[in-house]
Structures are given as C-alpha cells and as structure tokens.
C-alpha cells in the first residue's frame, strides 16, 4: 500500500503499523526521543505507535527539533 | 478581566530576584532563540556566551542525513528547551504542534505563536486567544508571543497563559521596540512575566526592554544572523543585565529645558576689572 511520510509517497507492506515507518524512516540505530508523529494531522502518542496500524493514503508527518525563535 | 493592579515591576524590586515562569526560577533574564545560526557550533558558543537558560526550538519534518541535533546543543549548554509553534496560521495547527511538541520532549511548556501572514509574521490574535485558552485548558505552561496590544496582553493573562510575550517589531526585522508606550502599559497591568519578543536588533534594543520594565528579553536573529553571534549574545545578555540595573535605579525625568547638576550657588564674579561702586 502507499501512504505519504513526510510528504513523499512511501509503499509498504500490509499490517505496517507507525513503529516499522519509524525504522524504516530514522534507521534502526537513530534514537526515537525527540521524535513526534502526527497521522492525518491528529497526534499520534508514542505509547501508541506499536499498535497503530496504517491504511492506505494516511499521510504520516515524522516531526523533530530544528533550530527555531 | 484583570483591572489594574498593584505591578510586580515597581522600580527597586530586588534586582537579584530570579525570573519565575510557571514556577520554574531562573537567573538568566535572556531567552535565547535557536534559528538562523550558521551551523551548530556557532549556535553552541552563543547559547554559552549568552548565558541562556532558556532556549526555543521549532519542530520540523526529521531529515535523516542530519547530523546532531539542536536538541543536543541545548543539553549540553544546559538550557531548558522551550518549544514554540513556529508557522502556524490556525489555533488548530498551533494547537496540534503544542501537542506533537508534548510529546517529542516531554515538555508541558510551549511558546505559543499564530501567525496571519508569512509577509509580516504578525501575530493573529483570535485564533491566538482561542489556541492560547484551549492550551491552558489542556494542562500547558503557554507563553505567548503576542502583538504589543495591552487590551490583548490582559486577555492572554486572563486565559491563563504563563508569560506574555509582546514583539517591539516584526519577527526578524531587527527594528527594536516600535512602540515603548504600550511596552510600558503591558508592564504595568500584567502579572505574569513580561518579555519582550521579536524586534531587537541590536544590544540596546534589549536594553530598553528591561528599562521599560520587561521581565526578560528573548533574542533569536539578533544574534544568530549577527556577524558574531557569540560576541553579540554578549553584548545582549549585558545589556540585558545593563537594563534590569538602570529600571531597578530609576531614571530621571525627561525635561524639555536643561537642568544643571551644577549649582549657580556661589559662582564665581569673574568679570574683567577691580570691583566699581
């Protein structure tokens, strides 16, 4: 299936919940503090991200820090 | 609404009283802002020269070739990571940021900003109130970033925000404080810690912050896009201090004609010539 991370079309398989799009995403060695995840613009808890399941064309935003004001 | 009031900000206060934010104490009346650095080094030794114990930061898609991050540089100068809502024009995306934000750093503190056009960056303030109540509501420590509007600073107070954070200038404009008779109006009707957000270009501009009885100053560009940052974020912590010491002194009054601090008192007869009857 296809779903949108970060504003880029991403397939992946079936049953992929938001932890997998993470690993795929920071690469396993790259801690997850620091990290927020918003799934059709709704905040996605970090308690959650195991359990949530994705569907087709979610779009998915992997959010960190950046120098800000 | 709150109505006039007796101000915490009254000339004399202890100027070793540390600033107090939603109950958290700090001794650094300069809050530093993270963007606009040239790279992180250069980021690290301005938050160390400006002695910073409070810093923003901005939250962004992850780029996964980035090295270190700006969450490090915080961590190791020891500052607090206040996170703001940067680029939101709507309470619901400011409101939905503060909440990503939660949860990236575990952090109830946000610095609260609703922009209504990225031309001005001016602060929108209806969905800036209804963001700010719905904030606070939901168990955040809000500052926000507001116009210089005293009307609209008591509103924020009275919605619950920790801190209100007037601009003297448009974000990034460097213009220094447009309008010093609202700055003085906002310090004396609030209770909350005032500080001045957005607009100082230069030391000075911090300096008349804390004359005009600001609580704190926040600096970002000013420093981060200065020829020197860390050289600059010294000249504004300084002034910063300069300006809290000249508030705690009280200043004289402005007068139109000179007023000597000499005495004509036993002035001298320095005409030419012996004395004539």
């Not at chain 2, 922009?115 to 001005?120: G, K, N, P, V």
């Not at chain 2, 619950?160 to 990034?172: D, E, R, T």
Request: net charge negative.
């Amino acid at each position: 299936m296809t779903v949108t991370v970060n504003g880029e079309a991403t397939e992946l398989a079936e049953d992929s919940t938001v932890e997998h799009v993470l690993a795929r995403h920071l690469g396993p060695e790259r801690a997850t503090s620091g990290v927020a995840v918003a799934l059709n613009g709704e905040v996605v808890l970090r308690t959650e991200w195991s359990a949530r399941r994705l569907r087709p064309h979610d779009r998915l935003e992997v959010l960190a820090a950046r120098g800000g004001g | 609404m709150t109505g006039s009031r007796c101000s915490p900000r009254e000339e004399g206060a202890d100027i070793d009283d540390p600033l107090v934010i939603a109950g958290v104490s700090f001794n650094s009346r300069l809050i530093m802002g993270t963007g606009g650095a040239p790279n992180l080094d250069a980021l690290e030794k301005a938050l160390i020269a400006s002695g910073a114990e409070l810093a923003t930061v901005a939250l962004r898609r992850v780029s996964p070739a980035a090295r270190g991050s700006v969450l490090d540089v915080l961590d190791r100068t020891g500052c607090r990571l206040l996170p703001n809502t940067a680029g939101c024009f709507t309470a619901r995306d400011a409101v939905t940021t503060a909440q990503l934000a939660r949860e990236a750093f575990s952090t109830e503190w946000i610095k609260l900003e609703v922009i209504a056009d990225e031309r001005t960056l001016l602060p929108e303030a209806v969905e800036l109130l209804d963001a700010a109540e719905s904030l606070v509501d939901d168990g955040f420590s809000v500052l926000a970033y507001t116009n210089d509007d005293p009307v609209l600073a008591l509103r924020l107070e009275a919605v619950g925000c920790a801190a209100v954070m007037p601009l003297g200038s448009p974000i990034g404009s460097g213009m220094g404080i447009l309008n010093p008779f609202n700055l003085s109006l906002i310090v004396d009707r609030l209770s909350v810690p005032v500080i001045l957000d957005a607009g100082v270009g230069t030391a000075s501009d911090a300096a008349i912050a804390m004359e005009l009885g600001c609580d704190a100053v926040l600096a970002a560009s000013a420093v981060t896009r200065s020829r020197e940052p860390a050289t600059m974020a010294e000249a504004v912590r300084k002034a910063v201090e300069a300006g809290r010491l000249a508030r705690r002194a009280g200043r004289i009054p402005r007068r139109l004609y000179a007023e000597p601090s000499t005495t004509f008192e036993d002035l001298p007869d320095l005409e030419s010539g012996p004395h004539q009857d």
